[in-house]
């Protein structure tokens, strides 16, 4: 622990904490079926995820619900009803991929605007994620930005990964740097399935520290951020403060992370970042505990990478408490 007088940065929810309550749960929250244009049956679909230990899993077929109550959901998987919903995008960007969870009725979504798509999920008591930004060439400003309501992004996508551009950061950064709050995100496989799209299953998950295991529980925790998005690596715990005594003026916060062995640590602020180690990468010297100096920043979010180049991807943490804590 650091010294009484350090302050601290305090993430909406910090689900690393010792407080943080609740149980580390698993899941796939994009993934299509027979009822759009995926191989497996629903059914299926939700045999194959459990039986490699998810614990949550979305069927978000395109255009339309795959009603979760007549899926038999095996013991120990909750299935969370949700759609991939394609609104036309008026701004003069490509059509939209929106990720609808915990909805209860269709919509006609390839009829309405996007703005409308949103809010009448929300009036369900649902929760509606940009998916795969970076792969439908989403620009922010044009595409974005009109829009409100929207409760994060897919920061990884196991299929648009096969095709290239499967990672959103650089999106979700753009995001991050003109929205009026942090912005959470998730990983996803996407899975299809069938020789065409290759091996799209169980490469990229979100973890959620989520108060039960119901659909409604899970989605909130999500979108107050109390999760970390990964291909591999573990996020164990991820600490910012501001220390009384440290020297380096340009970079006057401290990050303690921990994780499973990785090669890389990198933060991502608002304002430049840091990375550890700040030499060339040893894939002989893994390590699991990296500390970090960071700038006064708004906001920063840390990716640790690997040795086989998986990654992970924690939420943004607001700074601007410890900025004025200065
Ligand atoms: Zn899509
Ligand atoms: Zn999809």
Known sequence: MGDARDAIAAPLIDPFGPDAGGVWLKGNLHAHTTESDGTAEPARRAAQYRERGYDFLCLSDH?????????????????????????????????????AYNMTADLDAERMPPQHVIDSVRKQGGSVWLAHPHWIGINVRRDVLPLTG????????TICQRMGRGESAVIWDDWLDHADRLLPAIANDDC??????????????????????????IIAALEQ????????????????????????????????????PAVRVTAVCSRRG????????????????????????????VEIADVHGRKAWSNPVDLTGLAAAG
């Open 63 to 99: 255009h339309r619900l795959t009603r979760v109550d007549r899926v038999p959901a095996p013991p120990g998987l909750t299935l969370i009803q949700g759609a991939e919903l394609h609104p036309d995008n008026p701004f003069g960007g490509q059509k939209y991929h929106l990720l």
């Open 150 to 157: 929207l409760a994060g992004i897919e920061v990884f996508n």
């Open 192 to 217: 299809h399935g069938g020789p065409e799209y290759g091996d799209d299953l169980f490469q990229g998950w979100t973890m959620v520290r989520s108060a039960d295991r119901t659909p409604q529980a």
């Open 225 to 260: 951020g109390a999760s970390y998005c990964t291909t591999g690596p573990e996020i164990r715990s991820l600490r910012i403060t501001r220390p009384a005594s440290l020297e380096l003026r340009s970079r006057p916060l401290r990050l303690e992370v921990s994780c499973s």
């Open 274 to 301: 840091a990375d550890y180690p700040a030499g060339p990468l040893d894939p002989a010297r893994p390590f699991e505990r990296a500390v970090l100096p960071l700038p006064l920043a708004d906001w920063v979010r």
